[in-house]
């Protein structure tokens, strides 16, 4: 875990299952919802909006760690 600073207002456009011209917003913990979801569309990682100071303590505590649920293979 890090913080990450996020605008706390956020609006996502696209389109319908229509072809429509669509738009959501939030603000708050939606928002932060809608920008991480984006972020995932777009290719990016919650890892890659951190410094590379804070990318690296992050990916430290993940190789430390001992994970939280049992691994489960998709077969």
Known sequence: YHPLARPDQAVVRGQDAQGKPI???GT???ARCLQHETDHLNGYLYIDRLSKRERKDVLRQMADSTPRYETVPNE
Do not use: K, L
């Open 23 to 25: 738009a959501v917003g």
């Open 28 to 30: 708050g913990y939606f």
